[in-house]
């Protein structure tokens, strides 16, 4: 199983970022997918997450109405549209699936800034 996060970078209070996980090594049309994020300091949380078909999506309330999340079976891959980004959205974020056992990317690091 291999997660590979990208799109991360700097922005602007207000900006957008689209972060991107490839996922490979596994039936990924099969599983729920997770964002997670951890600011420096902090606990890692729980950002949002999409149901096998993409039908169903749930988002930490911090988030809602800012971020969505999405995937592409047929590339195997998940998204996470940020927009509205805020300077308390500046954190590593991380893709995330359990098959049997966790698995997690390496982080893409996000930084909100003036």
């Known amino acids: 199983v291999q997660l590979v996060e990208s799109g991360g970078g700097s922005v602007q209070p207000g900006g957008s970022l689209r972060l991107s996980c490839a996922a490979s090594g596994f039936t990924f049309s099969g599983y729920y997918m997770r964002w997670y994020r951890q600011a420096p300091g902090k606990a890692r949380e729980l950002v949002a997450s999409?149901?096998?078909?993409?039908?169903?999506?749930n988002y930490a309330d911090a988030v809602k109405g800012r971020f969505t999340i999405s995937r592409d079976n047929a590339k195997n891959t998940v998204y996470l549209l940020m927009n509205g980004l805020k300077p308390e959205d500046t954190a590593v974020y991380y893709c995330?699936?359990?098959?049997?056992?966790?698995?997690w990317g390496q982080g893409t690091q996000v930084t909100v800034s003036s």
């Open positions: 999409i149901s096998y078909r993409g039908d169903s999506t």
């Open positions: 995330y699936v359990q098959i049997r056992r966790e698995y």
